[in-house]
């Protein structure tokens, strides 16, 4: 089992796993590799566009064990599991503003001590700004016309040196518009606000889809 640049978590061939922070409970059915009382659920980079953007070589996330962390389009709560088990002593503040599915992740974070769900609307950060803190890295998985502007709202909780993860899909933005064109459009736009310090395509995990990297 080979480390990676994400904390605990690992590769064996092809396949990525974290370090299970609640051995035996395993939320999404993952297939999981056992040694002894340690168990590590494999996440993939088809569900996942974090691990998509390792696996596509990206070299930086700015992601500690001890990080806090704001992530914002939590659904079910699938990659935010595997990011909680990466940060065993940090926090995640998970925002999402669909009720149906902020119930399970509620569920789930009544078993992941270290994971705070929010139903908010990232939209909004005045609604949550009085209970979330400064953090390490504002991570962003929303598939609206205006997640540029959404993701750079957020960036007020980010600390100075933190890091700006956005998965970005381009359909949402512009149906039409070739993704290409889409994403030469958002670098842009970034760049008049924070560095860039990564970008990768993630297909053909996540096709039309694009990950930045930011430092504040
Ligand atoms: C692609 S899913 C996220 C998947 C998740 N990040 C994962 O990897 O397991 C996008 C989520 O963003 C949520 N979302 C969309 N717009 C939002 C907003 N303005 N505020 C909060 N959540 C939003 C949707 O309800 C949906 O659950």
């Not at 061939?13 to 002894?36: A, Q, S, W």
């Not at 990466?86 to 995640?92: Q, R």
């Not at 970005?168 to 606000?193: G, M, Q």
Request: hydrophobic letters at 40%; aromatic letters at 10%.
């Amino acid at each position: 089992m080979d480390k990676t640049i994400l904390p605990n978590t690992f590769q064996i061939k092809k396949r990525i796993l974290t370090k299970n922070i609640t051995p035996g409970k395993r939320f999404f059915d993952e297939p999981y590799v056992k040694e002894g009382d340690v168990e590590y659920l494999e996440i993939n980079p088809g569900q996942s566009k974090l691990i998509a953007a390792m696996v596509k070589g990206c070299k930086q996330f700015g992601i500690h064990e001890d990080s806090k962390i704001l992530y914002l389009g939590a659904s079910h709560g699938y990659t935010p599991s595997h990011v909680s088990s990466m940060i065993s002593s940090g926090w995640l503040f998970c925002v999402e503003f669909a009720p149906v599915v902020t119930r399970d992740l509620v569920f789930l974070c009544e078993e992941r001590k270290n994971m705070i769900p929010i139903l908010a609307d990232a939209n909004k950060p005045d609604e949550y700004k009085d209970r979330i803190t400064e953090v390490d890295v504002v991570f962003q998985d929303i598939a609206q016309r205006n997640q540029v502007e959404i993701f750079l709202k957020n960036l007020q909780f980010l600390k100075k040196g933190g890091f700006g993860l956005l998965a970005l899909k381009a359909r949402s933005v512009d149906v039409v518009k070739n993704p290409k064109v889409i994403f030469k459009e958002v670098r842009k736009e970034l760049e008049k606000h924070v560095t860039l310090v990564d970008y990768r395509e993630l297909a053909p995990f996540q096709k039309d889809h694009a990950f930045f990297v930011v430092k504040n």
